[in-house]
């Protein structure tokens, strides 16, 4: 991953939020290798902060469980 | 001073190498993993700046097993913080405050979403709405699977600053 660096904060600490947001969409791809997953286990066992922060992103995440239905409306509408 | 300790730490690894790994293993089945420990409790009982230890062998295998302890926690929070990120939609029955708080967030959700310029609106639609891979989306949007997933994380930060969440 490209902005790896910046995940580990070894160069410009990211914001929790930010980096929560980016570890998240990280762990839905296809391909998360298990240096990544230890990573992202170092990550969260490094602050509370980073797992309230990941936890706001898997509420927003069920929250737009709302584009399901986006979704269908427009596939029927074409 | 030096070569006494260093004389020290050459024997207690030569005694101790074989059982500390069996120890590890024991406790952790996965062999590689084990062994990554002990390599790191070695290192630590090599770093060590105080050479009087009372008992070298109970610190050495203290501090592997502390090492295994925390590799435990690590990995079963990360499994837990793993699983919720996959974890859908609830699919159960909706209060009705739920249904209003869902009707609210579905007209700002669908504004939000004008919002993003196209392919990122496309790609999140496709991931979230239709349960598309990145790789997938990839192929129906003609771009990298990197670019996927900036699309995602952008989408990610949009609604997040919109839902105020």
């Known amino acids: 991953m490209s902005f790896g660096h910046t995940l580990a904060g070894t160069t410009r600490p990211l914001a929790a939020d930010d980096a929560a947001v980016e570890w998240f969409a990280r762990l839905r791809s296809d391909a998360v290798d298990a240096s990544e997953r230890a990573r992202f286990a170092a990550w969260l066992a490094a602050d509370a902060r980073h797992r309230d922060a990941f936890r706001r992103i898997v509420r927003l995440w069920r929250q737009l469980a709302a584009v399901r239905a986006i979704a269908a409306s427009s596939a029927s509408a074409d | ?165």
């Open chain 2, 1 to 165: 001073m030096a070569k006494v300790r260093a004389e020290l730490f050459v024997e207690l690894f030569r005694e101790q190498s074989v059982p500390l790994i069996k120890y590890l293993t024991s406790r952790f089945r996965d062999r590689e993993d084990a062994a990554e420990i002990a390599q790191e409790a070695w290192l630590r009982m090599f770093r060590l700046d105080d050479a009087d230890l009372d008992n070298p062998k109970a610190f050495l295998f203290q501090t592997a097993s502390n090492l295994a302890i925390d590799r435990v926690r690590r990995s079963s929070l990360e499994q837990r913080f793993t699983d919720a990120t996959f974890a859908d939609d609830d699919d159960g029955h909706p209060s009705a405050e739920r249904t209003v708080a869902a009707e609210e967030s579905l007209s700002v959700v669908e504004h939000a979403l004008t919002e993003l310029p196209e392919k990122c609106r496309q790609a999140f639609v496709m991931h979230r709405g239709q349960d598309m891979s990145y790789v997938e989306i990839a192929h129906a949007l003609g771009v990298s699977t990197s670019m996927v997933e900036k699309y995602i994380i952008r989408a990610l930060r949009h609604f997040r600053d919109r839902l105020d969440a």
